[in-house]
């Protein structure tokens, strides 16, 4: 039967682990594998060191600077809500998806790019530039953040 207690790994599936520096007849004393002297058979030397990767990890170019993991703002210009909205429209995230104008999943914000020509609109939950919410505001338009 099969229980917690009997179980076992298939045979020849696990090696034992090699135990080195335990006296001469285990096979791996004295010496222990790293041979006679030299850099090598001291201990303190990394691995890398020791098989030579060190230098080729050091001269290897890596990719400098910082890179953010805060989402960046999808832009939306306020030239293309003229072709996609009517005056009076309320204009949050989930109306700009549906007129394919941005992606969810990001955040997004309304750039002053091109010149808005719908009245009243009223923005809600979206981050608005300062020469954007002069053109809203002028245009008669609300902005609603919460």
Known sequence: MLTLNTLQPHSGSTKARRRVGRGNSSGRGNYSGRGLKGQK???GVSGLKRHALKQNILQ????????????????VGLSSLNHHFQDGAVIDPQSLIKAKLAHPGRPI????????KLKNLRVRNLQVSATAQEQLTKLGGQIDNK
Do not use: T, W
């Open 60 to 75: 290897i170019p890596k990719l400098r600077g910082f890179h953010s993991d805060k989402p960046k703002n999808q832009v």
């Open 41 to 43: 058979a001291r201990s």
């Open 109 to 116: 914000k309304l750039l002053a790019r091109g010149e808005l």
